[in-house]
């Protein structure tokens, strides 16, 4: 089984710019999870997609956001890039729900914002 | 004040020796999961536990509910072990993660 896959790996954004980020799931699983870690702040949770909807979310600005598709592919966005939203950018997917289940991490997406 | 907290920050160890490494929480949880992360950047999921002891090859997890706190150990630790260990804690609608334990074994 193919595992979780991320793109891109990197990329380079400057201050006010917007971008977007793609997850793909291991197949079968309908849950997938957004995680920012920086070298400051650790790792933080952002939000959680279930069957298109997303389920939980952690305590980012509104900057931050993401949508879940039929196939269980996931996007997040970050709009109006600050320096401080430099960081690698995990995505995970489970069978049915983020702490109940195993987590499959992907690879990540390094994001560096000058 | 984190909700978790993971000690040692940094250990280092001799190849084959016993490992441990503490985490402890503030909040009610419904799980709590240990991670590893290797230089590079990719996590692995190591174990899920919700109550008692679990056990992989050379890795052992524990949880005590009523005191709040984990451990996971290494037995025989090895070089390739060298990673950082992430405790995480689930309270159904949020986690919330350690800062990590940086380990190196040295051959």
């Known amino acids: 089984k193919a595992g979780v896959t991320q793109t891109p790996r990197y990329l380079i954004k400057t201050r006010g710019q917007q971008v977007t980020l793609s997850c793909s799931p291991i197949?079968?699983?309908?849950?997938v999870s957004w995680y920012q870690q920086t070298p400051g702040q650790g790792l933080q949770f952002l939000f959680e997609?279930?069957?298109?909807?997303?389920?939980n979310k952690g305590n980012f600005p509104g900057r931050f956001s993401g949508r879940q598709f039929s196939n269980s592919r996931s996007e997040m966005n970050v709009s109006t890039l600050e320096l401080g939203d430099s960081a690698l950018y995990l995505c995970?997917?489970?069978?049915?729900?983020?702490?109940?289940?195993?987590?499959?991490f992907g690879p990540g997406t390094r994001l560096t914002v000058t | 004040k984190n909700e978790v907290e993971q000690s040692p920050q940094n250990l280092t160890a001799q190849e084959g020796e016993f490992i441990t490494i503490n985490c402890s929480y503030s909040?009610?949880?419904?799980?709590l999961h240990w991670l590893q992360q290797h230089p590079g950047g990719g996590i692995v999921s190591l174990f899920m536990?919700?109550?008692g002891k679990k056990k992989h090859g050379r890795l052992i997890a524990t949880i005590n509910i009523q005191e709040k706190h984990s451990s996971l150990h290494i037995t025989a630790s090895h070089p390739r072990d060298s990673a950082v260990y992430i405790c995480?804690?689930?309270?159904?609608?949020?986690?919330?993660f350690g800062t990590g334990t940086s380990l190196t074994v040295i051959p």
């Open positions: 995970a997917s489970s069978l049915v729900r983020a702490g109940g289940d195993e987590q499959y």
């Open positions: 197949s079968g699983h309908r849950s």
């Open positions: 997609y279930f069957s298109e909807t997303q389920r």
């Open positions: 909040v009610g949880i419904s799980a």
């Open positions: 536990l919700s109550s």
């Open positions: 995480a804690v689930d309270r159904g609608n949020q986690f919330y």
